[in-house]
């Protein structure tokens, strides 16, 4: 009964190489989002979708991509990976409305790169 | 720019001890400020603040927000070793829609038997 999943959880690669993380949700939130925490455990948003429509694009290198081909579903692509890339990647979910609603964290993908 | 600051960015306390976190914000157009727990992995909800002076419990947790003073805290009550973790403020700056969280550094919380 996994709410928010993320595959895969570790992921290491070289320089240079191009790789994707996936998320999914079974909560029926109409929100996902991307976040990126680095090594000082700073938790930065990235992306975020409402209905598979990009909402929310921060100031992020576009060697990163994100896709949602459906409501429940949001992957992250990230070409020509770089050392800095080097971090965990929260993908979570929420219901959107005029009011605020809590997010819902997946467990994170530990990217690594050498 | 949306900032949130937390203080103090480590404590460690003994089991049964009582502590406070602090988070303190700027943000336009502020909608609620959230609190997240992150032991290993995912940061889990704790309470979401909405309005001024109304303090949200659960069990040991208590929480308030103080928007005069631009800032919020978390307490804990009878610290046990299971309350060591991360514990993360974020505020949602935007008016409606979604929601874009901007976090604090984290308070890391360790509590020793």
């Known amino acids: 009964d996994t709410a928010v999943s993320q595959t895969p959880k570790y992921l290491v690669t070289q320089m240079g190489n191009d790789k994707s993380i996936k998320c999914e949700q079974n909560?029926?939130?109409?929100?996902m989002y991307w976040y990126k925490q680095d090594s000082k455990k700073f938790l930065k948003i990235m992306f975020s979708?409402?209905?598979?429509?990009?909402?929310i694009n921060e100031t992020v290198p576009n060697r990163f991509s994100p896709k949602s081909p459906d409501k429940a579903h949001l992957n992250l692509h990230i070409n020509s990976l770089e050392l800095g890339d080097s971090a965990v990647y929260f993908c979570?979910?929420?219901?959107?409305?005029?009011?605020?609603?809590?997010?819902?964290f997946g467990p994170g993908t530990r990217l690594t790169v050498t | 720019e949306d900032k949130v600051v937390q203080s103090p960015l480590s404590l460690v306390v003994h089991e049964g001890d009582t502590v406070t976190l602090n988070c303190s914000y700027e943000?336009?157009?502020?909608?609620?400020l959230l609190w997240y727990k992150q032991e290993k992995k995912a940061p889990t909800f704790l309470f979401m603040l909405?309005?001024?002076?109304i303090e949200k419990k659960s069990g040991r947790l208590s929480s308030i927000l103080d928007k005069k003073e631009l800032s919020s805290i978390l307490n804990i009550t009878a610290t046990q070793t299971g309350d060591s973790a991360i514990y993360l403020c974020?505020?949602?700056?935007?008016?409606?829609?979604?929601?874009?969280?901007?976090f604090g550094q984290g308070t890391r919380l360790t509590i020793n038997p």
């Open positions: 979708y409402n209905n598979k429509e990009l909402i």
């Open positions: 909560l029926g939130h109409d929100t």
């Open positions: 943000v336009t157009n502020f909608r609620s």
């Open positions: 974020a505020v949602a700056p935007h008016p409606q829609g979604a929601q874009k969280l901007v």
């Open positions: 909405t309005s001024s002076g």
């Open positions: 979570a979910s929420s219901i959107t409305g005029t009011a605020t609603y809590e997010q819902y």
